[in-house]
């Protein structure tokens, strides 16, 4: 830290860099988001994002539109500047050569090997000031972080409930509990993660196609991630159909049957087995194995017997619960909204909003929490 005092307009212009970095959402992985701006003399006179994995930095994008503006000038950027030489130069160099007196950053970036930029900016003379707005940096990019840091995939989990905690109407039901501004925020959820996850008998009752068909258009499709110990999914499933338009996983026991497995790999799909428990899947294993087909952020969408299962592992970090304005009556379906009332010490809300009718709810586990402040 440079130990120079922070204003309100440093803070203003964080949450702008901040803004701007979502609009990089599915185009940017592995990359992390990243918005900057540049200010001088108290006006705006540059503004950039990562816009595709590839492509130029959040720095370099801001530097362009700034000009000559830029000499002595104020940069804001949400993660720490890369020092890095990779498919792009380093930002440091760019923010050196564009005669910048100040940089302000959000939280720092973990990376072994890009790391490090503030303390070459502050080498060259430069003022460099981080943690401003850290954690709202740091949620950003919390995947990107806890993998970063070595933490392996995070897990997010996401359940539309109905008032009263049901997933659905009766066993065995696939139910519309939500409404449609619900369905595009979930899609845009999914285009953001590496992988879109669901128990076998949710992808048996609701057969759905988990791809990304509203909102953001990811650069890679999520990988569509069945757990299905059995191998009870049907090749005439439209998953199985599907395999042209995103790539399909299914894990199962070891013990499974040899020609199930046989079926769905002419179908296309890929089948990964891990350890079994007596109820299903080891889960620990289960998430281990899909980090180590470079899937790092997963969307779980069910059902809750999956849900329970993961959060009674510790495997969650962050849940999306979205509560409808329906009550599906004692023959409902129970999630696992009550569970999280339990250990209210574990989890902690950072965001509540309204998607049309309904109300979402976004809890950040105490593991997460005390990863993204590392960073912060």
């Known amino acids: 830290m440079s130990g120079l005092k922070l204003s309100p307009e440093d803070e203003r212009h964080m949450d702008r860099a901040l803004s701007l970095a979502v609009k990089g959402w599915g185009r940017v992985a592995p990359n992390p988001l990243v918005g900057a701006v540049v200010v001088k003399e108290g006006r705006t006179v540059g503004e950039g994002y990562h816009a595709e994995f590839g492509g130029d930095h959040a720095e370099v994008a801001a530097l362009a539109e700034a000009g000559q503006g830029a000499e002595g000038a104020t940069l804001y950027v949400g993660l720490e500047p890369c020092a890095h030489e990779g498919k792009t130069p380093a930002c440091t160099k760019a923010i050196l050569g564009a005669g910048i007196r100040r940089v302000v950053y959000g939280c720092r970036d973990p990376d072994p ?8 900016l502050r080498a060259a003379g430069l003022d460099v000031e981080g943690g401003v707005l850290g ?8 995947p990107f972080i806890w993998d970063r840091l070595g933490r392996g995939p ?18 065995g039901d696939r139910t519309e509990i939500t409404g449609p501004e619900t369905k595009r925020f979930v899609h845009r959820l999914r285009s953001g993660h ?3 996850v669901v128990g076998g008998r949710t992808a048996l009752i609701d ?19 069945i757990l299905d ?7 005439t499933s439209q998953l199985c159909r599907s395999v042209e338009q995103a790539p399909l996983l299914v894990v199962c026991r070891g013990a499974a049957d040899p020609g199930a497995r046989s079926r769905l790999e002419d179908a296309g799909a890929v089948v990964e087995e891990v350890p079994g428990t007596e109820t299903g899947l080891d889960l620990q294993a289960t998430v281990r194995a899909l980090g180590s087909r470079g899937l790092k952020s997963l969307l779980v969408e069910g059902g809750g017997r999956l849900a329970a299962g993961l959060l009674a592992d510790g495997l969650v970090r962050r849940q999306y619960l979205v509560y409808a304005p329906v009550v599906l009556g004692s023959a409902g379906v129970p999630g696992v909204g009550s569970g999280v009332e339990a250990e209210p010490e574990h989890w902690n809300v ?23 402040k590392e960073a912060a």
Do not use: F, H
């Open 113 to 120: 090997v890009a790391g490090g930029g503030s303390e070459q």
């Open 135 to 142: 954690m709202a940096a740091a949620r950003v990019n919390a």
């Open 154 to 171: 995070w897990v997010s989990l996401k359940l539309g409930l109905s008032l009263d905690g049901r997933i659905a109407a009766r066993p």
């Open 194 to 196: 590496d992988a879109v």
């Open 207 to 225: 057969d759905p196609l988990l791809t990304v068909r509203e909102g953001p258009t990811p650069r890679v499709p999520p990988t569509r991630v």
């Open 229 to 235: 110990p059995g191998l009870d999914l049907p090749v």
């Open 350 to 372: 950072v965001r509540r909003s309204a998607l049309g009718e309904d109300s979402l709810i976004e809890l950040e586990d105490r593991r997460a929490r005390e990863a993204l």
